[in-house]
């Protein structure tokens, strides 16, 4: 989603242009075509999807399963719809994000500003946690959760996701800062400024870009994710992903497929609201500190 | 007592040591100027200096008073760095204040100090901007506001001109000057460039490989140099360092070397020291300065004694104002710097005058002056 720029384009013919449209239009449709079956058929009445065409557009026009999908579809035992379990995923998702990014940056700023004896290997190490998959710390995590007395609570799936993403958050903040210029740390110090102002009044404010970077990336990441939701939420705190799973995979009565369709959209409209807010941001932090500028 | 003191500082990283035994003293109001080649450890000392590196071993002190393990805010210093270092994030004003903020110093004496340092370097029109909207020359002068602001012992400038184009670093060491001699707060300069250090200083460090090679007046370091490497890298066209060979007669002391046109030429010595006369029929390196060597109508009237040779001219180079003279003087290239009309053309034999005051001789394997 970043911003293209015509000046480094390669010219080119213009049937070599008409042919890059047109793949261009194919491939686009070819991937909203999923999205646009959903949207379809979350606004017709159940009677016209059991009767046949998926799809075709409505003939009559109803919001209804987005209603009933947020606030009476039966999700479980209970008659509540999605919302409850949007609000836990929201009560995860923002304190999740937040921690891990700022404790990511901190990470960023030691390992790069205050060196210290093996903070190379101590960071290569950090790298592992980009790579282990999500079933390997289920069982550990399980038992620090117990241990902690926050299994099944929001605080606990806080932690799992603020553990897990800072691997990743550590990696961006650091590779960010690593082409910091120092000389702006030696001179705060200089001017007296300590560890924690240095890092809250000089070193967060720049660093824009990569913020961004890190608050996409761990919000996809912790919004969409299901098995630590499955795994270590109960009840009260199960997010939005498991609801839905619940909504859609219930055995019991009739299959009300707008309103899977209709709760689907629903739980996948935060991020893409995220992207289209702070896309254009995400390619230029990325790029940020791997090119020189 | 003098106001820095540098008290044999060595400074390691892990069993490499850089810089070995430093002692400095620098007065009160001082422009010390620490120059070398890169790689020297002029920027180390400096960091030890402010406290942004520690010491090995020995001590660094200001006002009497140990900096060994002082916080680098707490040595009342302030610095200006080769990049600047604006905060990008604040605006020149925010940048200016930062440190005084920082100390707890309250926002309307802030502010009265910013308006007299933005007054004191014509920076007032430009304290709402961002340090991304400064070209080169103004964030040089919020750099020094920023350090001005907090009335500091010391100021510490780590190469500051060197980002800037040939053009505005000239008038940016005017002002340096100007500055220092209005305020008479002593500073502490690095830099690798050798006129900067020439004008700038009331006294020069020279250093190189991790030791001062010499300290002394701008002057003392241009005249007499202590060894090979001052003489070399003071100097611009740097010093024609010539082998030669060492003959006392009943006429006084000569330096024999071959030119361009003659196998043996004999130099004569204005005022011979007694080492030299203890080099007699020994090699010896003759340090001559371009200016030294020049048309004989060129020729410093004042000098005790000046020697006329016949040479070959290699090549000429016209600078507008000077025209510099190659040719061959015991065996090297020789630069001699002539007026801009000297009559010289490439290929012919004209006569240079050589003044026997400014030549230099060094003892070729000490490399130390013989003095």
């Known amino acids: 989603m970043s911003v293209a720029s015509t000046d480094n384009a390669i010219s080119t013919g213009r049937i070599t242009r008409a ?74 998702v923002f304190p999740a994000v937040a921690i891990s990014t700022v404790l990511g940056a901190l990470n960023g700023y030691v390992l790069t500003k205050w060196r210290f004896k093996g903070d190379t290997i101590l960071f290569g190490l950090m790298l592992f946690a980009c790579f282990i998959p999500f079933q390997i710390v289920l069982i550990p995590m399980a038992r620090v959760l117990g241990f902690l007395n926050i299994a099944g609570s929001t605080p606990g799936l806080v932690l799992v996701h603020v553990v897990y ?27 007296g400024a300590g560890f924690f102002r240095i890092f809250w009044r000089i070193m967060l404010p ?88 | ?94 940048n200016i204040t930062f440190g005084l903020e920082m100390h707890g110093i309250a926002k309307p004496e802030r502010e009265k100090a910013m308006a007299q340092v933005a007054e004191m370097l014509q920076i007032k029109p430009l304290l709402n901007r961002k340090p991304g909207q400064l070209s080169g020359g103004q964030r040089q002068r919020v750099a020094m506001g920023r350090a001005l602001v907090r009335d500091p012992d010391v100021f510490l400038f780590d190469e500051p001109l060197s980002n800037l184009d040939a053009k505005l670093r000239v008038d ?28 700038l200083s009331t006294r020069i460090a020279v250093m190189n490989g991790g030791y001062v090679q010499q300290l002394g007046t701008p002057k003392e370091i241009y005249d007499s140099p202590a ?80 020697e006329q040779i016949m040479n070959r001219v290699i090549v000429t180079e016209p600078a507008g104002s000077d025209t510099y003279v190659m040719s061959s003087l015991g065996g090297k290239d020789c630069n001699a710097r002539m007026r801009a009309d000297a009559q010289v053309v490439a290929g012919q034999d004209v006569p240079f005058a050589i003044n026997m005051d400014k030549a230099i001789p060094f003892d070729p394997f000490s490399e130390l002056r013989i003095a």
Request: hydrophobic content about 45%.
């Open chain 1, 19 to 92: 042919f890059i449209y047109l793949m261009l239009i194919l491939f686009a449709t070819f991937y909203l075509l999923p999205f646009a079956i959903m949207v379809i058929n979350s606004v017709k009445p159940l009677s016209e999807i059991n009767g046949g065409n998926m799809m075709a557009l409505p003939q009559v026009f109803t919001l209804e399963p987005w209603f009933k999908a947020w606030s009476s579809a039966q999700i479980g035992i209970e008659p509540t719809g999605l919302k409850p379990y949007f609000w836990n995923s929201l009560k995860m």
């Open chain 2, 1 to 94: 007592m003098s106001f820095l003191k540098i008290n044999n500082a060595t400074k390691s990283y892990g069993s490499t040591e850089v810089l070995h035994n430093i002692d400095i003293d620098v007065q009160e109001g001082e422009f010390l100027v620490l120059v070398g080649p890169s790689g020297c450890g002029k920027s180390t000392l400096l960091n030890m200096i402010a406290g942004l590196e520690d010491i090995t071993s020995g001590t660094i002190s200001i006002k009497g008073q140990a900096m060994n393990g002082v916080h680098p805010s707490k040595r009342n210093i302030a610095m200006v760095f080769q990049s600047y270092a604006l905060y990008p994030n604040m605006t020149v004003g925010q």
């Open chain 2, 227 to 306: 060894n090979l490497f001052v003489a070399s890298f003071m100097g611009s066209p740097s010093m024609n360092l010539v082998p030669a060979k060492v003959v006392a007669n009943g006429d006084g002391i000569f330096a024999q070397l071959p030119t361009g046109l003659s196998d043996k030429v004999n130099l004569k010595f204005s005022n011979p020291t007694e080492a030299l006369k203890g080099f007699d029929q020994k090699e010896i390196v003759l340090g001559i300065r371009p200016e030294a060597i020049t048309d004989p109508d060129g020729a410093d009237q004042k000098a005790n004694h000046v």
């Open chain 2, 172 to 199: 940016m060491r005017t002002e340096i000057k100007k500055l220092h001699q209005k305020l008479g707060t002593t500073i502490v300069y690095v830099t690798h460039d050798q006129i900067e250090a020439m004008t």
């Open chain 1, 165 to 191: 993403g800072l691997g990743f958050t550590t990696l961006y903040f650091r590779n960010y800062y690593q082409v910091f210029p120092t000389e702006l740390i030696r001179a705060a110090q200089i001017d």
């Open chain 1, 206 to 293: 720049s660093s824009g870009p990569i913020i961004v970077v890190s608050v996409i990336w761990q919000f996809t990441n912790i919004w969409n994710d299901f098995l630590f939701g499955a795994s270590f939420a109960d009840l009260d705190s199960q997010p939005m992903t498991v609801a839905l799973n619940n909504l859609v995979s219930a055995s019991t009565g009739v299959k009300e497929y707008n309103v899977h369709f209709a709760g689907a959209i629903l739980a996948a409209l935060p991020t893409l609201l995220v992207y289209i807010v702070a896309g254009r941001y995400f390619v230029r932090g990325l790029m940020a500190g791997s090119v020189k500028g």
